[in-house]
């Protein structure tokens, strides 16, 4: 019997049986799978869960297939800019002389941007592709969480952005980042928001797009609730990113495809495209949940 993977509960329902994406933008989709809902603790979540899960996080055709190209250049180049929102909500007056350990941090391009503030970097990525060049840059390196826990190390502040998503036991990584917190830390979480405006405003095609093998599980704020229940975190914050700007949205809307509207680009310059993210997380619709938290 199937049961919920965050609260083991067997009281599920059906939420899309369609093909999704099994790849980056523009990959196929496949039929394999099924998104259903804890009716308990409402985590959206895929089944079955895809077959030995940990060497294909390990392995270089998840980063060729999601990420065309993967180099840690071609990683910065792609996800540089998605740095300047996360250390303005961080803020750098917390991030200086602190101990920062990112969970899933990839080629480290956050570890990078706050290297020369911080303390000390500690990089966990499963990826050893990317272990030579974390340490050349100077950060300490584990593969998984349970090994930065096995050597004693502990962090002022533990991030993990845009990771949570794809963990079989995502209750388990939330321990795990509380065991790697001294005293007073904060945790900094964020993750695709279930409750993202284009899955309840354009058609089917983007519950293709939205769900895929990658992606285990889909947040809601209710499920946040019962993400961090009982695991001893404290003053825990349930807060919105909107990543995207709004000719993405038109885009959607009118061809069912992400990207740019060309013939309407003039009409979104940047002050309308703030003040359109700004309502658009207000209203709690946005492409992200943005978490945070403290181990008291």
């Given at each position: 019997m199937t049961k919920c993977r965050m609260c083991n509960s067997n009281i599920l329902s059906?939420?899309?049986?369609?093909?999704?994406?099994?790849?980056?933008?523009?990959?196929?989709?496949?039929?394999?799978?099924?998104?259903?809902?804890?009716?308990?603790?409402?985590l959206v979540q895929i089944t079955p869960v895809p077959k030995q899960l940990d060497s294909f996080y390990e392995?270089?055709?998840?980063?060729?297939?999601?990420?065309?190209?993967?180099?840690?250049?071609?990683?910065?180049?792609?996800?540089d800019h998605e740095q300047n929102e996360r250390i303005s909500r961080i803020g750098i007056q917390n991030i200086r002389n602190a101990t920062i350990l990112d969970l899933g941090c990839s080629a480290g391009v956050f570890l990078d941007t706050v290297q020369s503030l911080a303390e000390k970097t500690i990089a966990v990525e499963p990826f050893e592709y990317y272990s030579r060049y974390l340490k050349e840059r100077g950060h300490t390196y584990y593969p998984y969480p349970q090994d930065a826990i096995n050597q004693g190390e502990?962090?002022?502040?533990?991030?993990?952005?845009?990771?949570?998503?794809?963990?079989?036991?995502?209750?388990?990584f939330i321990n795990s980042a509380f065991k790697l917190l001294k005293t007073g830390g904060g945790l900094v979480l964020s993750m695709p928001n279930l409750n993202d405006i284009l899955l309840s405003s354009c058609s089917e095609s983007f519950a293709s797009f939205f769900y895929q093998t990658a992606h285990l599980n889909y947040f809601s704020y209710e499920s946040i609730q019962e993400l961090f229940n009982k695991t001893?975190?404290?003053?825990?914050?349930?807060?919105?990113?909107?990543?995207?700007?709004?000719?993405?949205l038109m885009r959607w809307l009118k061809y069912d495809s992400p990207g740019e509207i060309p013939e309407?680009?003039?009409?979104?310059?940047?002050?309308?495209?703030s003040h359109f993210k700004?309502?658009?997380?207000?209203?709690?619709?946005s492409s992200h949940l943005f978490i945070t938290a403290k181990k008291p």
């Amino acid at each position: 019997m199937t049961k919920c993977r965050m609260c083991n509960s067997n009281i599920l329902s059906g939420v899309f049986d369609g093909p999704i994406r099994d790849g980056g933008i523009g990959a196929s989709t496949v039929d394999d799978y099924k998104i259903i809902k804890c009716e308990h603790c409402k985590l959206v979540q895929i089944t079955p869960v895809p077959k030995q899960l940990d060497s294909f996080y390990e392995s270089h055709e998840y980063r060729a297939n999601w990420d065309a190209g993967y180099d840690p250049s071609d990683i910065h180049k792609k996800y540089d800019h998605e740095q300047n929102e996360r250390i303005s909500r961080i803020g750098i007056q917390n991030i200086r002389n602190a101990t920062i350990l990112d969970l899933g941090c990839s080629a480290g391009v956050f570890l990078d941007t706050v290297q020369s503030l911080a303390e000390k970097t500690i990089a966990v990525e499963p990826f050893e592709y990317y272990s030579r060049y974390l340490k050349e840059r100077g950060h300490t390196y584990y593969p998984y969480p349970q090994d930065a826990i096995n050597q004693g190390e502990s962090a002022d502040i533990v991030t993990s952005f845009d990771v949570i998503e794809h963990i079989e036991h995502p209750k388990d990584f939330i321990n795990s980042a509380f065991k790697l917190l001294k005293t007073g830390g904060g945790l900094v979480l964020s993750m695709p928001n279930l409750n993202d405006i284009l899955l309840s405003s354009c058609s089917e095609s983007f519950a293709s797009f939205f769900y895929q093998t990658a992606h285990l599980n889909y947040f809601s704020y209710e499920s946040i609730q019962e993400l961090f229940n009982k695991t001893g975190f404290i003053d825990i914050k349930i807060d919105y990113l909107h990543k995207y700007n709004c000719d993405n949205l038109m885009r959607w809307l009118k061809y069912d495809s992400p990207g740019e509207i060309p013939e309407a680009k003039a009409l979104f310059d940047r002050t309308f495209d703030s003040h359109f993210k700004a309502e658009i997380e207000r209203l709690g619709l946005s492409s992200h949940l943005f978490i945070t938290a403290k181990k008291p």
